[in-house]
């Protein structure tokens, strides 16, 4: 079948999802008002509460949630075929990932820009917000190590992709100075913004950076993961319209503009699909459709790194509650976008079958570098470009979108942290708060793995894990709903259907990490799971009590 089929139905049918089907869950379900005093304007601090131009937000919101994720995951799911893969991703991202992100993020405005850790122990009691919390941290410390051995991969793979990636930064700080200490519109910064990134991009293609073999002692790998902890670290503590806002907004101009030119190469190289819409020969090894598809494409689905996000940062900045309809739904659309570029790079980019299969002999033989090959292959095909210029540009968008999210990341990590003491009946600030977040990350990183690739351990449980926090999301969402007395009905079916899946793939999993000896991922699978069905427990208690117009603030 030709690519272009695929393109158009899919951004066809998001596009109808966000016109029609999010303005029915802004008017009638969330019910909007564009009067109502958001968190950014009553807790305005000037760090983290700011109220954000709405364009700018969702560039924020857009880059934070889209991270290597919504590349790996369908780069590995399409080994059952790119039928399952793209139906999970178009309509997980109008019915799932849209409600998800625009939920979390309405209920957080509504509550202070509370987090849905917090948010927990108002809706569904302290034992559920403590639980709750568990999942948040490990997931954060998943991601947090997980992506900086990606991007640190890809820095390493593709050294003329540095240049870009770090000149993005310096031209992040200038915009934040043009746009909030001299107070320029938003048009003239863009487009400079988006001309250098680009110039910077080509700059790269023709000066790769290579470090050398070791630096005090460390790997280029090594060295790389510490840089980006540094980093992270260091954009964390500063306020967010200095680094996190301009970035993200430059970052997502230049992301979209990116995969406006790989959906453009589609659209003149006309290409065909080479995998099979249905992979009735998956390589031995494989595991089971189902559930595992519903937990290898998490983001550009529906994922839980969303709702924290949306929480944790995006809500503290959320301008006008209508605002809300853009960012966060938008935002999963745009995600959902990304995750259909790469089934596309990843089926459509091999010359031939046997190309595709030879790639995609065992399971997770796909990966991000199927993507930037793809993409690359589909780019020089479409537009003409050099083949050098094309990895570099998707190498770019991959590192950027992973590196948005662990900054973003570190950020959540440390408010986690805080709140975590706060509970316990401690104050921990700022600085301590982050150093207490890349102590544990650096940890996992280097204590559990050689050369700083311990993040990748826990990484197989990163689906499960993520799918999990989202059904308890909906679930936070829901009970809300109940106790406005609205329809709960949009959350609830999401709800159980992610609940489903995700504790099937964890049983699934424990039994693997067992005979595979894998005694971390075995101990850590166990506490997630018992913490899941206890959350879902109490969650489903709230509901109850929420029809029968209890107040659970006052019961627990």
């Known amino acids: 079948m030709n690519a272009i089929i695929l393109l158009v139905v899919g951004l066809t049918i998001m596009a109808l999802g966000y016109f029609f089907y999010s303005k029915f ?12 005093p958001t968190p950014a304007h009553t807790l305005r601090d000037g760090v983290d509460y700011v109220p954000t131009n709405k364009f700018v937000l969702w560039g924020h919101h857009f880059t934070s949630v889209a991270g290597a994720a919504p590349i790996v995951g369908p780069a590995i799911a399409v080994i059952w075929g790119w039928g399952p893969a793209f139906l ?13 992100d625009f939920g979390a993020l309405w209920a957080s405005v509504r509550n202070k820009g509370q987090s849905m850790g917090m948010l927990s122990g108002s809706y569904i009691g302290r034992r559920g917000r403590n639980l709750f919390l568990v999942v948040i941290f490990l997931l954060l410390l998943m991601v947090n190590a997980a992506f900086a051995v990606v991007i640190s991969n890809l820095l390493v793979s593709t050294p003329t992709s540095v240049i870009p990636v770090w000149g993005a930064i310096v031209v992040a700080l200038i915009i934040g100075q043009a746009i909030y200490r001299f107070k320029m519109g938003l ?41 980006l902890f540094t980093y992270a670290g260091i954009a964390s503590l500063l306020p967010v319209w200095v680094l996190l806002q301009p970035r993200d907004y430059i970052n997502g101009l230049q992301l979209f503009i990116g995969l406006g030119i790989l959906y ?53 900045q959320l301008d006008k509650e ?101 509970l316990a009946g401690f104050k921990v600030g700022t600085i301590l708060g982050t150093v207490i977040a890349l102590a544990v990350c650096l940890a996992l990183a280097f204590g559990a793995g050689s050369g700083g690739a311990g993040g990748m351990v826990i990484w197989p449980l990163f689906g499960t894990t993520n799918q999990l926090l989202a059904a308890l999301t909906l679930a936070i969402i829901t009970v ?26 964890l049983v699934v999993q424990l039994g693997t990490f067992y005979n595979d000896g894998k005694w971390l991922l075995l101990a850590m699978d166990i506490v997630i799971l018992i913490a899941a069905v206890w959350v879902a427990f109490e969650a489903a208690v709230a509901m109850r009590q929420g029809r029968e117009g209890r107040d659970l603030a006052e019961t627990r």
């Open 25 to 36: 869950i802004a008017e009638k379900i969330f019910r909007l008002e564009a009067d109502f």
């Open 88 to 100: 999970w991703v178009v309509f997980g991202t109008v019915f799932f990932a849209g409600m998800h």
């Open 187 to 227: 048009l003239w910064p863009s487009i400079i913004g988006v001309v250098v990134l680009y110039s910077l991009i080509w700059l790269g293609s023709m000066y790769p950076i290579v470090l050398p073999e070791t630096v005090l002692g460390m790997n280029a790998n090594s060295t790389w993961i510490v840089l």
């Open 264 to 316: 453009a190469a589609v659209l003149i190289a006309s290409p065909t699909i080479v995998a099979p819409a249905f992979n009735t020969a998956v390589p031995a090894g494989t595991p089971s459709i189902v559930p595992l598809l519903f937990v290898t494409i998490a983001c550009g689905a529906i994922s839980g790194f969303h709702g924290m996000v949306a929480s944790g940062t995006t809500s503290k």
């Open 322 to 422: 209508t605002d809300a309809r853009f960012v966060g739904y938008f935002g999963a659309v745009g995600e959902g976008m990304l995750s259909l570029a790469a089934i596309i790079c990843c089926t459509a980019g091999f010359a031939t079958l046997v190309d595709w299969q030879t790639v995609y002999s065992s399971f997770g033989g796909g990966n991000v570098t199927a993507f930037v090959n793809g993409g690359e292959a589909l780019i020089t095909a479409g537009l003409g470009l050099p083949e050098n210029l094309g990895s570099t540009l998707l190498a770019t968008m991959a590192i950027l979108f992973a590196a948005t999210t662990m900054d973003t990341g570190l950020r959540l990590q440390r408010y986690v942290v805080q709140e975590a003491a706060e």
């Open 480 to 505: 809300i709903l109940i106790r406005k007395g609205r329809n709960p009905w949009l959350t609830g079916i999401p709800m159980v259907f992610l609940m489903i899946m995700s504790v099937y793939a």
